[in-house]
């Protein structure tokens, strides 16, 4: 696939700051050759990136989602190895390769009238990347790990492990919005509702939507759809407080997982993290920990994806710290159960 960067052990090295009498995460992480050796690791993990901000700004968003990657990769590959971080777990597998799709979207003319529909146009192009390479690494059996990115990547997610499994899929998604809007064109607020129009998407549970960011439009939406679709607002778990974080979750699991389902993590719905909508109220990091935590445990896990961290040169450390705290929360199986 030439769209699809594979990650040397060269480049994983240039990443590391290494110490005497230390073992650092990216020394052990796994690397390979070309995309038939997944199917001969031993590792279970997959971890890809997608270094883009089209969708965001197609949604008429930040731009700055595409430096995410990076910042990720300069925290996790420094972090200690050791029997709960699991780095053997880990083949480093690469990025999709959206350079060529962010410098078109760079040249359009931002006056033009058909300036989002051909924003759009991209995302398009990008979504039938990453859904080829998620596929190909669902069928392998292993689970995909994808560092986005806008939240428009949840439809390759979703598409490529629909595929993969030939089956429709749930997904839970942590964030404040439902990014279900209309099937316009291609956009980071759309992903999900292009999924389940095409049937990849089957239940679908929002953790955390809040109300001063869902138009009704959309609550009707999700009415019209509330057999496979509900949600839990974050006012009723952290403001009155009429649900538990633990009920919260609980709920969200009878719902989704009694068959294979994505995790899907907004940054946006952390509070006071850098990305490209910073909310002032939401939650923890810690509740977001525990969250990946707790689902990624579950056996019908198909993949994880981390998105919309717009890292800024004061809290670039920050941002790569908090990605590579949630992607070790989620691989470390010897924590136990909530």
Request: net charge neutral; proline share 3%; hydrophobic share 30%.
């Given at each position: 696939m030439s769209n699809l960067k594979i990650y040397s052990r060269k480049e994983i090295d240039n990443?590391?700051?290494?110490?005497?009498g230390e073992t650092k995460?990216?020394?052990?992480?796994?690397t390979v050759k070309q995309l038939d050796d997944l199917k001969t690791s031993p590792a279970k993990y997959v971890l890809l990136g997608v270094p883009e901000d089209i969708g965001v700004r197609a949604n008429k968003g930040?731009?700055?989602?595409?430096?995410?990657?990076?910042?990720?990769?300069k925290a996790l590959l420094n972090i200690q190895a050791n029997e709960f971080t699991n780095p053997q777990e880990v083949i480093i597998l690469g990025e999709i390769d959206c350079s060529t799709q962010m410098q078109a979207a760079d040249k359009l003319n931002k006056k033009s009238a058909t300036y989002y529909v051909d924003l759009g146009k991209l995302v398009t192009r990008i979504d039938q990347s990453l859904t080829s390479v998620v596929e190909l690494i669902v069928k392998t059996g292993k689970i995909p790990i994808i560092i986005g990115g806008g939240h428009n990547n949840s439809y390759g997610n979703i598409k490529g492990a629909s595929r993969a499994l030939q089956q429709s899929i749930n997904v839970i998604n942590f964030d404040v919005h439902s990014d279900f809007r209309a099937l316009e064109y291609r956009h980071s607020g759309n992903g999900f509702s292009y999924a389940f129009e095409e049937s990849y998407l089957q239940d679908y549970f929002i953790f955390g939507?809040?109300?001063?960011?869902?138009?009704l439009t959309i609550f009707e939406r999700l009415e019209e759809h509330k057999e496979h679709i509900k949600y839990e607002l974050f006012e009723n778990i952290v403001v009155r407080k009429s649900k538990s974080f633990a009920q919260a979750m609980h709920d969200a699991e009878t719902f989704i997982t009694q068959q294979r389902f994505g995790i899907e993590v907004d940054l946006d719905?952390?509070?006071?993290?850098?990305?490209?909508?910073?909310?002032?109220?939401?939650f923890s990091v810690n509740q977001a920990r525990q969250f990946v935590s707790y689902f990624g445990n579950n056996?019908?896990?198909?993949?994880?994806?981390?998105?919309?961290?717009?890292?800024?040169?004061?809290?670039?450390?920050?941002?790569?710290?908090?990605?590579a705290y949630l992607i070790t929360d989620f691989t470390d199986k010897h924590l136990n159960s909530f």
């Open positions: 990443y590391l700051n290494t110490r005497q995460y990216g020394e052990v992480v796994k930040n731009a700055g989602t595409s430096n995410a990657w990076n910042s990720c990769l939507l809040q109300k001063n960011y869902t138009s719905a952390i509070q006071n993290i850098n990305s490209s909508a910073m909310t002032p109220s939401g056996s019908n896990i198909t993949y994880l994806h981390l998105c919309e961290g717009y890292p800024v040169s004061e809290t670039d450390g920050q941002l790569g710290k908090l990605l």
